[in-house]
Nanobody, 123 residues
């Protein structure tokens, strides 16, 4: 099971950017998908998460500016980021809490991470 993220790059303050992520592999079910970020010298923090049931959670710093969405059938999660600020600069990581199957067909609950994608907001 793996996550592949798309998007990222350089954007000016006040601009917008969209990140997306797709889960692939032997997935039985996905409980939630989300995005975390880690700025230089700081700990990784939750940006937004969305459960399959529709429960959403946002960091206070992004409320009203970022929107998370999922396509459960396609196993994708997207993060629409508007009114970006220099303090949003970070490496963004896609995350999923799911149940997959290993090589022995055993169901395994796991939390997986995608490779980070860099978002840089210039002032």
């Amino acid at each position: 099971v793996q996550l592949q993220a798309f998007g990222g790059g350089l954007v000016q303050a006040g601009g917008s950017m969209r990140l997306s992520c797709v889960a692939s592999g032997r997935i039985v079910m996905i409980h939630s998908m989300g995005w975390y970020r880690q700025a230089p010298g700081k700990q990784r923090e939750l940006v937004a998460s969305l459960t399959t049931g529709g429960d959403v959670n946002y960091a206070d710093s992004v409320k009203g500016r970022f929107t998370i969405s999922r396509d459960n059938a396609k196993k994708t999660v997207a993060l629409q980021m508007n009114v970006l600020k220099p303090e949003d600069t970070a490496v963004y990581y896609c995350n999923a809490d799911l149940v997959g199957k290993d090589s022995l067909d055993t169901m395994v609950a796991e939390i997986i991470w995608g490779r980070g994608t860099e978002v840089t907001v210039s002032s």
